[in-house]
Structure formats: C-alpha cells, structure tokens
C-alpha cells in the first residue's frame, strides 16, 4: 500500500514519519477520548517500571517557577541528552512543555504534551501530558477543547493527585466562565 503526497510517494514503512509530520500540523484538533481510559505502564513480563523522581526535573521546574528560564532550558537539555529510558524522556518532556507554556509558546507546549498523548499512550505521564495541553489550549482561547483535555486528564489511571487537583480547579474555572 502506499500513500501519494505532494508528487512524493511513502511506503507503508515510512507511514511513522509521515504520521508525525501530519499530527504536527494537526495537533489541536485531535480528539483526546481515545487516550481517556489509560492504565497504568508496564514493563515486559507485567513488572511495573520505577520512574524515580529526578532532581535535576526538581531543580528545573524551580527555575521556571523563579523565572530562569536559560538554567531551566540547560537542565532540559542535559537531562533529555541523558535520559536512558523512553519514561524518562517522556517526564522531561513534560518539563519542555512547562517551559514553553511559561515562554509563552503556547503552540509549541501543546505539541509537545500532545505528542506523548499520541505516541506513548500507555505512559505514565500521559495525565500530565493531558493537563498541559489543556493549560495549551485554555491559553489559545481554545476553552472547549481544554475542557474536553481536562476531562480526559481526570479520568486518566495515570494522573497523579497534584494534577489532577489543578485540572479539577482549571475545568470548574473553564464551566463557570461558560455557564455566564
């Protein structure tokens, strides 16, 4: 089977790379209920993965909270160079994502967090994923489809309490101010 785009033809083979670049262009549209029942990530064999809490994420987060976001940056930077699994990656990118939110490239946090939504819909930062890109969308006066990230953040297994606190908090904000 292949696919004809642009005078360009993809091999089913190559139909990653082609899904990437149209979920790029597409990401604010994409319907977040199919990733809402997700359970928690397992390892091979059924062993749960550890996902210990890093402190260079700790130490990243406080600089984006205190403004620097240069230190911020660098941290992110160094720990995706140095992640060695792919839950690692994915708890750093969700720092890219507050990073960006905090830049105000509202966009680009969105992608990101969608990113790990669509392409590691078992991980366990997928309810965290969920959040940001509702903040995302909440930012780019998009209120519908951050109450539908929102609701798929809370209903997600792998939404840890904190964020789901928030979320609650951003929804019932988000219902308020539609209900007037």
Request: one cysteine or more; proline letters at 3%; aromatic letters at 6%.
């Amino acid at each position: 089977m292949t696919i004809l785009r642009a005078s360009a033809v993809f091999r089913v083979s190559s139909w990653p790379l082609l899904f990437l670049v149209v979920v790029s262009a597409l990401w604010l549209s994409y319907p977040v209920a199919a990733v809402a029942d997700g359970k928690s990530s397992k390892g091979k064999a059924g062993r749960k993965k550890s996902e210990p809490k890093s402190s260079a994420q700790q130490r990243a987060r406080k600089a984006i909270r205190s403004g620097d976001l240069d230190l911020a940056k660098a941290l992110l930077r160094n720990g995706l160079k140095g992640a060695k699994s792919r839950s690692e990656r994915n708890a750093w990118h969700i720092v890219e994502a507050e990073l960006e939110y905090d830049r105000k490239n509202y966009a680009k946090a969105g992608l990101v967090a969608m990113r790990i939504v669509i392409l590691h819909p078992k991980s366990k930062q997928v309810g965290a994923a969920l959040y940001w890109a509702g903040r995302s969308y909440e930012a780019l006066a998009r209120p519908r489809k951050s109450v539908e990230l929102y609701e798929a953040c809370l209903e997600h297994g792998t939404t840890k309490r904190s964020i789901r606190q928030k979320a609650e908090k951003r929804l019932a904000k988000l219902k308020d101010q539609s209900s007037e």
